[in-house]
């Protein structure tokens, strides 16, 4: 599986950014799509997950109430819609891909067998 992120720019503060993650092929092992980020000096850190299966979504606290993670199963494409975005956010977003995972497992980094090239976010005036 090969995925592909985009999306990612310059916006103000109390912006809106959305960013794509789109998939070479749907099969089992892209059944979890997750966004992590990670700014200059910190570590990678979850931000949303979407699991097919379940068709649940969860969020990271600092992302509840602002991003929106939606699935488009046609177009293989995940999407994550960023509402008032504050500079706190600024980093680097990367899509992962991961076979049906419990929730307890959704945060993990090695839990991800696929990622993308990660797409630069910037909120700034």
């Known amino acids: 599986v090969q995925l592909q992120a985009s999306g990612g720019g310059l916006v103000q503060p109390g912006g809106s950014l959305r960013l794509s993650c789109a998939a070479s092929?749907?099969?089992?092992?892209?059944?979890?799509i997750t966004w992590f980020r990670q700014s200059p000096g910190e570590e990678r850190e979850f931000v949303a997950a979407?699991?097919?299966?379940?068709?649940?979504?969860h969020y990271s606290n600092s992302a509840k109430g602002r991003f929106a993670i939606s699935r488009d199963n046609a177009k293989n494409t995940v999407y994550l819609q960023m509402n008032s975005l504050t500079p706190e956010d600024t980093a680097v977003y990367y899509c992962a891909a991961a076979p049906r995972l419990i929730v307890s497992e959704i945060h993990r980094i090695g839990a991800y067998h696929y990622w993308g090239q990660g797409t630069q976010v910037t909120v700034s005036s």
């Open positions: 979407i699991r097919r299966t379940e068709n649940s979504q």
């Open positions: 092929v749907r099969t089992s092992s892209s059944d979890t």
